[in-house]
């Protein structure tokens, strides 16, 4: 079998993540229980997950000349990703300041730093993404980039996914050139106003030809135009950081999907492996490596 070709166009940060029983009400100090600093971002999340489920993968982005960008690009380059599309420009990096409560639950601030520099494709853009089985696409780059690089997927003839997060209204000229749109059901409801997610699923398929809508602990539920919506469940496992098992999710989905896998049972290898996201620490670091999600599968 042909090893697939996934393309990231999108935000690389540096996790500051802390741990800590609860999360502080407004006003509140609560102890923590430990602190780390682990590569993330939902673009370079998505590269991490792809390149670790078996796909040759290839990230478009900005780090700054600080500290923080060299380590990030050092941690794509031993992820196996190829980094030629990663520009330094002068200045900081992006950064994610992230809590994590003792259900796994996070809340988290990003600080754009260099990620904000990247208002749209540049020369060179064209012929990392072109020849693809799918271009990976987030919301935390500013949106002029986002639309310009979803562009060029569709001109290339690159299946288009996006990640609409963080969730926001999303313009027509870059809903014309998605192909997949890929929201959990948060960013499902604010997008569309319908809180039941086979509405939202109803009302996304107005807008684009297919929507992978994930549920969380409740699974994940698939639609295509003019077809029974698909409805598959998550693995029940203690969680201890959910961080990352969007980002792992729609990575694994793309490239089974890359392999010819039918929607359903790429459902299923992307559920085991963002089971096996949640109950690590961290964001890429937490993700499964291809060989763990088949054997999660055979079991």
Not at 87 to 109: C, F, K, L
Not at 239 to 246: E, L, P, S
Not at 256 to 282: C, N, Y
């Amino acid at each position: 079998m042909r090893t697939p070709r996934v393309a990231v166009f999108g935000s690389v940060n540096m996790d500051l993540v802390a741990y800590t029983d609860r999360v502080p009400a407004s006003g509140e100090t609560v102890m923590g229980t430990d602190l780390r600093q682990v590569p993330g971002g939902k673009g370079a999340n998505q590269a991490v997950a792809a390149a670790r489920a078996g796909a040759d993968t290839v990230f478009l982005g900005a780090v700054g000349d600080d500290p923080f960008g060299a380590a990030l690009r050092d941690n794509l380059t031993d992820c196996g990703i190829d980094i030629r599309g990663v520009r330094t420009v002068p200045g900081v990096s992006g950064v994610a300041h992230i809590v994590v409560d003792a259900q796994g639950s996070n809340s988290i601030i990003v600080i754009p730093g260099a990620n904000g520099s990247v208002t749209s494709t540049v020369e060179g853009d064209a012929a990392l993404i072109g020849g693809a089985d799918a271009l990976l696409l987030q919301l935390e780059l500013p949106m002029e980039a986002v639309v310009a690089a979803a562009r060029t997927g569709k001109e290339l003839g690159v299946p288009v996914y996006l990640t609409p997060a963080p969730a926001c209204e999303l313009p027509a000229e870059l809903l014309e050139n998605v192909d997949v749109l890929v929201p959990n059901e948060h960013e499902a409801a604010a997008i569309t106003g319908r809180q039941d997610p086979e509405q939202a699923l109803t009302a996304l398929l107005e807008s684009v030809p297919e929507v992978l809508l994930t549920l969380g602990g409740e699974g994940s539920l698939h639609g295509l135009r003019g077809a029974e919506p698909v409805r598959v469940s998550s693995r029940r496992v203690k969680a201890v950081d959910t961080t990352a098992a969007g980002d792992t999710f729609c990575g694994s989905f793309a490239v089974a999907r890359a392999e010819g896998q039918p929607p359903k049972d790429a459902m299923r290898f992307a559920a085991a492996a963002a089971s096996l996201t949640v109950q690590r620490h961290g964001a890429s670091s937490s993700m499964p490596h291809r060989h763990e999600v088949d054997a999660l599968l055979t079991d």
